[in-house]
């Protein structure tokens, strides 16, 4: 168990063991150096719900995705820890991609609007996706998507095999 910062006597939000309960089979933990900073980019760029956040922890909603942040220093711990406050990359060669309702082009000028680093601009590509890259605070880069045509066929949206 890592470092808190949260004040003695503040109630988190609920806990652990219940916020865990409640994940869906896939979801996120991302450490960040700074919970507010990210949860704002979340907010801000991804138009993410935010359930909960404080010095330590922020739990998210990015569409579908569960998504936690974590403070590094909540992870002092564990053997990332001298790499993370070193400032090594993080997420290097992970892409977290979302693909549904958020429009790529939207989340583009929303990312610029508030300093957020877009890696590649908003294109249509052809694997199917109208997708944006974008890159939180801390570096860890989404593709933000909706399906294009071909790929939306004259049904719509096929399952994957």
């Not at 590094?72 to 979302?98: K, S, V």
Request: with cysteine; charged share 25%.
């Amino acid at each position: 168990m890592g470092t808190k910062q949260r004040p003695d006597g503040t109630v988190p939000w609920m806990p652990g063991f219940r916020y865990g309960a409640l994940l869906p089979p896939l979801s996120l933990n991302l450490l960040v150096t700074d919970t507010q900073r990210s949860v704002d980019f979340y907010r801000d760029v991804l138009e993410a719900e935010i359930h909960y956040c404080d010095v330590d922890f922020a739990a998210v909603r990015v569409g579908p995705a569960e998504v936690m942040l974590h403070a590094d220093h909540t992870h002092d711990e564990h053997p990332w820890h001298a790499q993370l406050i070193a400032g090594e990359t993080r997420g290097l060669g992970a892409q977290l991609r979302l693909l549904g309702d958020l429009d790529p082009d939207e989340v583009e000028r929303r990312a610029t609007e508030a300093g957020a680093t877009v890696v590649a601009p908003a294109a249509d590509k052809g694997h199917g996706w109208r997708e944006v890259l974008v890159r939180d605070p801390d570096g860890y880069e989404w593709a933000i998507g909706r399906l294009i045509d071909p790929a939306l066929g004259p049904a719509g949206p096929q399952p994957a095999p």
